[in-house]
C-alpha cells in the first residue's frame, strides 16, 4: 500500500504514517487572527472572501455561468425552452399548444418551471433519478442544454465571469475557449491523419491555418470589446471586473475521431504563438468517454510531437478525471503519467485518480520535482465522480510535495465560487492561513505568464533577493526590484498580491484584536 494512503487530518496539521515531517513555523500574527476568526462559520466565509486570491486557472469559460443569465439571454434573444427536456433550442422560437415549447420570456411568469430550467441546466438541488441517475451524467449533460444561450454572447459571459472572480479578489484568470472549433475541426475531414504521420498532417494543415487564427483572434478582439462595454471599463464608471487579468487556453476535444483532434492541436499551437492572450493549450471533455479513453495514449503522442517541435507552447492538461468504478482498473493506471512523460503537461487539471495509478510515489515525486501542479477542484471532484474529503488526493500531493492551487472548474454549472472552494479546503481539510496563502501564491506562480517569478521557492516561499527588502505596496520607482517588476509580467502581478494581502492581513490582524477585546470586555458567559 502507498504510504501517501495513510493521510489522516488532525487538528491543523498532517500526520503521516511512515514520513517524517518537519515541525511547523510558529504562526505569525495573521494566522493567530485567522485562527481566532474562523471559530465562526460565517465569519470564516466572509474572512474568505475577502482574501485576495491570486488566481484561478481551471475555469471553462462554457460552464462558468449561471443558469439565470443564460435564461435571461434566452428571452433577450426570442429562444423557446423545451421545459420537460430541461433544455434551451436554438433557432427562432414557435411555441407549440402542447407546452413542449415555451417561450423563454414566458418563464419569468412561471417561476416553477423556471426554478425546473436552472436546476437542469446546473447542479442546483441535483437528486438522481431513473432517467438522471448521476452527478457525473447531469453535469456534462447541462452544457449541450444551454449551449444555444451562449452562441452570441460571449462578451456577456466574459463580463460575468471577471465580475464573479472580482467578486472573489482574484487578480487573474486563465480561461478555457475554442473559438473556431467546428471549422478546426472540420479540417480533419479534408486532411485525414494517416496513423500516426503528424508531420505529414501538420504540413497538410498549415495553408490553412493563418486564415483560421485571424479568425479566432477577431472573436476574442469582439468578445473582449463586448466586456468591456458591459462593464464600462476605461470610463470613471467601470466595473471592478475591468481590474481582473484575463489570459486563455484554447481547449480542445478529445471525443472526436483523431482526425479531428490533431487539427485543434496543431491550430492550439499557432494561435499561442500568434496572440499573447494564448498562452497555452489544454484538452478536455469527460475523459472517462469511450473514444477519450481508447485514444489517450493517441492524444498524448501527439501533444508530444508538438512539443518536441515547439517546446515553449505551455501544457495544461486534464489527466486523471477518473475514479474507480467509472472505467475499468487498468484505465486508472496512468493517464497522468502520460500527460506528464508523454505530453510534457506542466500542469495538470484534477489528477484525482493518482493514488490509483502505477507507482503513485514515483509519480508524484517526480511531479515534485519537475514542479508539475495540479489544479485542485474539490467541489467538482465531489459532484462528478463522487471524490472528497479523506478520499481526495489533494493531501497525498502536498505530502508529497507535488504544487497545488485551489480553482473552480465549472462554476456556474457547479453554483460555487473561488472563496466556495477556499472554505471547503479550510473547513475538510482543516488549513491554517499560512497554507491558504501559500495555494494564493501558488495559483500565480504557476500561472502561464511571461517573465520571471518574484519567488525564489515554495516551501516556503521566499521572495528573491531583489525585492525582499523592498516594503509591499506600490511598484518600486528605480533599483533592482523594479527592473525585475518591470521586466515580468508575472512579477508584477505577485507583488500586486503580496501587496493586497499585506492590507488584508492588516485588516484581518486588527479585526481579530477588536473582537478579542469585546469578549474580554463581555467577560465569561452564564454557568
Known sequence: MSRFLAVCVVGAGLILSGVAMAAPAPPDAASRAFALLRRDPARLEQVLRAMPKGADLHNHLAGAIYAESMLDWAARDGLCVAPAQG????????PGGDGARVRAADLAARPDARADMIDALSMR???????????????FATFARFMPAQASHGGDMLAEAVTHAAGDHVLYLELMISPQLGPVAG???????????????????????????????????????????VLGCGT????????????YLYQTIRTMPPAMVFPQLDFGYA?????????GVNIVAPEDDAVAMRDYGLHMRMFGWLAARDPG???????????????P??????????????????????????LHEDDPDGLMAEMARRRVMVEINLTSNDVILGIAGAGHPFGAYRAAGVPVALSTDDEGVSRIDLTHEYARAATVYALDYATLR???????????????????????????????????GPLPAHGACHDLLAASAKARLQWALEARLHDFETTMIREAGQGATAARAKGPGPA
Open 236 to 247: 470613471a464608471r467601470a466595473a471592478p471586473g475591468c481590474g481582473v487579468t484575463v489570459r
Open 329 to 354: 482498473p487498468e484505465g486508472l493506471r496512468d493517464h497522468i503519467r502520460q500527460a506528464v512523460e508523454v505530453a510534457g503537461a506542466r500542469r495538470i487539471g484534477h489528477g484525482v485518480d493518482i
Open 313 to 327: 507552447v505551455e501544457l495544461s492538461l486534464h489527466a486523471g478525471e477518473l475514479a474507480p468504478g467509472l472505467v
Open 125 to 139: 438541488d441535483f437528486v438522481p433519478t431513473a432517467s438522471d441517475r448521476s452527478g457525473h451524467d447531469h453535469f
Open 271 to 279: 494561435l499561442v504563438n500568434a496572440d499573447p492572450r494564448f498562452v
Open 87 to 94: 433544455r434551451i433550442l436554438a433557432g427562432a422560437c414557435d
Open 438 to 472: 501559500d495555494l494564493s501564491r501558488a495559483g500565480l506562480d504557476h500561472a502561464f505568464l511571461p517573465g520571471d517569478s518574484l519567488w525564489r521557492g515554495e516551501a516556503p516561499y521566499r521572495m528573491v533577493a531583489a525585492c525582499a527588502s523592498v516594503a509591499p
Open 187 to 229: 479540417l480533419g475531414v479534408r486532411h485525414p491523419l494517416r496513423g500516426e504521420a503528424f508531420a505529414e498532417a501538420d504540413r497538410a494543415l498549415a495553408p490553412d491555418l493563418p486564415a483560421l487564427v485571424a479568425a479566432a483572434r477577431r472573436d476574442v478582439d469582439a468578445m473582449e470589446a463586448r466586456m468591456r462595454a
